[in-house]
Nanobody, 121 residues
C-alpha cells in the first residue's frame, strides 16, 4: 500500500512561480513512475509531467520549458517547479505514484488528494 500527499499549492500572480511537493509513504520500494496531473473545472484530468525512478522525464507540451519535475528517491518525494505561470495553469494538481508488482508484472496507481493552484491575471 502506498500513501501519497501533495503540498505547495496556492495563489500566485501570472508570471510567478510555485513549487509542489509530493511525498509517498508505505511500500515505496516498488514505486517506479511518479507523475503530476491537473484538472481544471469542467475539464478532464491531464498529465502535466512524469518521472521514472531512473530520472527519465516526460512533459505535456503546454508546460515544456516552464515546469520542471524532479525526484528525490531517498525521500520518496517528487517535486514540480512551476515557473512563468499562466492563468490557464490554474487547476487542482494531483500526484500519482505507480507501484510495480514484480510478481504479477502489473502496475497499480495511487493518487493523492490534490492541491489547488490559482493563478491571477
Amino acid at each position: 500500500q502506498v500513501h501519497v500527499v501533495e503540498t505547495g499549492g496556492g495563489l500566485v500572480q501570472a508570471g510567478g512561480s510555485l513549487r509542489l511537493s509530493c511525498a509517498a509513504s508505505g511500500s515505496v520500494f516498488s514505486i517506479n513512475t511518479m507523475a503530476w496531473y491537473r484538472q481544471a473545472p469542467g475539464k478532464q484530468r491531464e498529465l502535466v509531467a512524469a518521472i521514472t525512478r531512473g530520472g527519465s522525464t516526460n512533459y505535456a507540451n503546454s508546460v515544456k520549458g516552464r515546469f520542471t519535475i524532479s525526484r528525490d528517491n531517498a525521500k520518496n518525494t517528487v517535486y514540480l517547479q512551476m515557473n512563468s505561470l499562466k492563468p490557464e495553469d490554474a487547476a487542482a494538481y494531483f500526484c500519482k505514484a505507480v507501484e510495480y508488482n514484480s510478481v504479477t508484472y502489473t502496475n497499480r496507481d495511487y493518487w493523492g488528494q490534490g492541491t489547488q493552484v490559482t493563478v491571477s491575471s
